[in-house]
Nanobody, 129 residues
């Protein structure tokens, strides 16, 4: 059974940092795209970052580029999202997603949720003083 479990969310002051984790089970993340999405209150879910299959490429939304970093640890079957210089507008529920079981060389639209097949339950990130 495929499962994605996010952790690492919480309350942080503006300018602070958080490191989100997404641990996968039921499949091996190496061959699949792994993405992070977020949904703020009253807004649609948006793509934040993607690590393509075999970690060939990484992608970021304009809103987080230069502040967030996505990475993988194959040994732990885990993907991370290091978030620095956090702003109040980063407040949202953050979701991990994968395109497993779709095998392909490259995800077409890395930050489009329609590309992903399995989702975690989300972790709350609140940026506030």
């Amino acid at each position: 059974q495929v499962q994605l479990v996010e952790s690492g969310g919480g309350l942080v002051q503006p300018g602070g940092s958080l490191n989100l984790s997404c641990t996968a089970s039921g499949f091996t993340i190496d061959r699949y795209a792994m993405g992070w999405f977020r949904q703020a209150p009253g807004k649609e879910r948006e793509g934040v970052s993607c690590s393509s299959a075999n970690d060939r490429h990484t992608y970021y939304s304009d809103a987080v580029k230069g502040r967030f970093t996505i990475s993988r640890d194959s040994a732990k079957n885990t993907v991370y999202l290091q978030m620095n210089s956090l702003k109040s507008e980063d407040t949202a529920v953050y979701y991990c997603a994968t395109d497993f079981p779709t095998l392909r060389y490259q995800v077409t639209y890395p930050l489009d949720e329609s590309e992903y097949r399995n989702w975690g339950q989300g972790t709350q990130v609140t940026v506030s003083s």
